[in-house]
């Protein structure tokens, strides 16, 4: 009953400390617990990864609704994230409903089943944080949002070419505002962009408006920002009304030191 903490160690490989979350809920005047565990380092990328992530709660949860809510929570969340766009063998996202706090199980109609839904989520995503935080060697932890974009699937794909441009990392590592190697991966995504109503930002410091470097920006600025542990990289593409995150970090030299030991 109290072994979570040391089922968070014993699944740890290259990771650099065990990674757990928890919510606590009231559905219907009752409270409801959601606690989970992750590890992965490096070799995250949705698909097949080494990333494994357990998550449990005692609420009655009917199994179809249970994976209908698990599946739409992995897609803003775990498959959100990248640290080094590698793929290995054995990835798994694994919910668990225990049932123990009694009751009628919840379904996919239940008023009670959003807010379980939203907890859920806000576990799945706070190890899926703690995993890009924890990839191999990193120093910088940055969120990449897509706007403007036709679809959302347009947006989390040219999202994720950033995230997984080595250019676009090493800047990042280099602490180096450098927007042409975000144009570069907008590109390379091969998604509709209008070139001339790109726009991009570092935090809130405009960086290219229409296509072209900002009028405001400050370089002295923009590096400064880039010193910083956590960096937000805002983009709009300027076809539609779809936005997209997604959370990566950035390409150190001490990865090099860690791969080939592993």
Not at 132 to 158: C, N, Q
Not at 223 to 228: D, G, L, P, R, T
Request: with cysteine; hydrophobic share 45%.
């Amino acid at each position: 009953a109290d072994g979570l903490k040391d089922a968070a160690a014993a699944i740890m490989t290259t990771d650099t400390y065990p990674k757990g979350a928890y919510r606590g809920v009231t559905l219907q005047g009752a409270p409801v617990t959601l606690a989970g565990i992750a590890k992965g380092s490096g070799m995250i990328a949705p698909d097949m990864a080494t990333m494994l992530a357990y998550v449990f709660t005692d609420a009655a949860v009917a199994p179809d609704t249970l994976q209908a809510m698990t599946a739409r929570a992995v897609a803003r969340t775990f498959n959100c994230i990248t640290v080094d766009s590698d793929t290995s063998t054995s990835d798994t996202v694994l919910v668990a409903a225990t049932g123990a706090v009694g009751g009628d199980a919840i379904t996919a109609t239940d008023p009670r089943a959003e807010a379980l839904e939203t907890a859920l989520t806000d576990v799945m995503r706070d190890l899926a944080h703690q995993i890009v935080r924890d990839g191999e060697g990193a120093t910088k932890f940055a969120e990449i949002t897509v706007h403007g974009a036709r679809t959302d699937r347009s947006a989390h794909r040219v999202a994720m070419a950033v995230a997984n441009s080595p250019l676009v990392k090493t800047a990042l590592a280099g602490e180096d505002p450098n927007w042409g190697r975000i144009v570069m991966a907008i590109g390379k995504a091969g998604e509709p962009v209008d070139r001339d109503k790109i726009a991009i930002a570092f935090g809130n410091l405009p960086v290219a408006e229409a296509g072209w470097v900002s009028p405001h920006y400050d370089e002295a600025q923009a590096a400064a920002y880039m010193k910083q542990s956590e960096i937000g990289i805002d983009i709009a593409l300027g076809v539609g009304p779809a936005t997209a995150p997604v959370w990566t970090c950035d390409l150190p030299h001490a990865s090099l030191r860690i791969n080939p030991a592993f």
